[in-house]
């Protein structure tokens, strides 16, 4: 490589940083915001549908779920929301239900979900530990088992 390609390489490039400029992905943004009344969902509505990017607004209120499409980021879809409604907002923390391997374990089971979802444990396997039986419980399951010959036959 000789000194004229490092010069033309070193010319070629940005001389600042301004210019370079990071096109944002198409990507589904799913928050979960406390919906009250048609007022709130309004409210909601209207806080998204002049921002920059956005191609579609979705509200379930029953589910408090907020659905946002475009070309848009996640992080300044739900500061805008939470600005301008002044609600509480974190990202949808809910899956369907046959997503989740042990849906009732302590981890993943939410009484407060919509119904069909659990809390998303998928990426955290220790989120969500399966109830684990005590050894006074598997001294006690064992000594009623069918694999064990020495097993209590009251049954």
Excluded at 7 to 29: A, D, G, M
């Amino acid at each position: 490589m000789g000194i004229v390609d490092v010069v033309s390489e070193y010319c070629s490039l940005p001389r600042t940083r301004r210019h370079i400029k990071k096109r944002k992905q198409f990507q589904t943004v799913e928050m979960k915001v406390r919906i009250d009344c048609e007022g709130c969902e309004r409210k909601v509505k209207k806080a998204l549908d002049d921002m920059k990017g956005v191609s579609s607004v979705e509200v379930l209120a029953k589910q408090n779920k907020v659905t946002v499409t475009g070309y848009v980021d996640a992080a300044k879809v739900m500061r805008r929301v939470a600005y301008k409604t002044g609600k509480r907002v974190e990202p949808w923390p809910y899956v369907p239900y046959e997503m989740v391997a042990h849906p009732y374990a302590p981890g993943a089971y939410d009484k407060r979900a919509p119904a069909g979802y659990v809390r998303n444990v998928i990426g955290d396997p220790s989120a969500a530990p399966l109830a684990r039986a005590s050894s006074t419980e598997t001294r006690y399951t064992a000594a009623f088992s069918d694999e064990n010959p020495n097993a209590c036959s009251v049954m």
